[in-house]
């Protein structure tokens, strides 16, 4: 049976038509698919984080299928320390986010480091750690989970004095972790060091069963790498 010529343009317009719309379509279906997404990770990141910390958290998830997925949390009733959750696999920087202020607190109650202007401070858990917070945030004293404690510095190249200084340095860390009571595995620092021209790192892996033996430039170079 012979195909009629116009019956051969009309399937043709058909699929062409076919074609213009699809792309349509699916942009009205992308709302839907955002909110299901929102809705499933959600669950899975609320049961994350409980599971992880013993206590409840508030969600919030958005999903754009044209830009990404942003995900925050806090603990219940304290928006205040909001964190951001990436994955999955899900990991978080909810401690990370809570200690950075207490650092920073305590270093400027320090009689010693609120006077070091290029110093910084921070703490970095084992992401695959289980915390149970179900009694509140501990303080610095009652850290959990021996996390470490990252230092940097900058300071003015010295061929003399720049060991004496890095040493310095790192001997007032120690003084300011023993007296906040802090359970750390180790300190790791980096100093920089600048001159007009150059500038150079001194980097150290300082673990907390060696603090009191860090007494001399001779001392501390048996962490420097």
Request: net charge negative; proline share 5%.
């Amino acid at each position: 049976m012979e195909i009629k010529p116009r019956v051969i343009v009309g399937i043709v317009l058909l699929i062409v038509l076919i074609m213009m719309i699809k792309p349509i379509v699916g942009l009205f279906s992308y709302p839907l698919t955002d909110k299901l997404q929102e809705i499933k990770t959600n669950a899975e990141v609320e049961t994350y984080l409980e599971e992880k910390y013993q206590i409840e958290f508030d969600v919030t998830v958005k999903v754009r299928s044209m830009v990404g997925r942003d995900v925050t949390a806090s603990p219940k009733g304290e928006p205040e320390l909001a964190f951001h959750v990436q994955g999955p696999p899900y990991r978080d920087d909810f401690l990370d986010v809570y200690y950075k202020e207490q650092i920073e607190r305590a270093v400027n109650d320090d009689p010693t480091l609120k006077n070091d202007s290029s110093l910084k401070l921070k703490i970095y858990f084992n992401q695959n750690g289980q915390f149970n917070l179900e009694n509140g945030l501990p303080g610095l004293s009652k850290i959990p989970g021996s996390p470490t404690l990252v230092v940097s510095s900058k300071q003015q190249y010295d061929e003399k004095k720049s060991r004496e200084e890095a040493l310095k340095t790192l001997q007032n860390v120690i003084h300011f972790v023993q007296s906040e009571k802090m359970d750390l595995k180790q300190i790791k620092a980096t100093i920089l060091l600048y001159t007009s021209e150059k500038e150079y790192q001194y980097k150290y892996v300082i673990p907390e069963s060696v603090f009191e033996s860090i007494n001399s430039v001779e001392a501390l170079r048996e962490y420097e790498s």
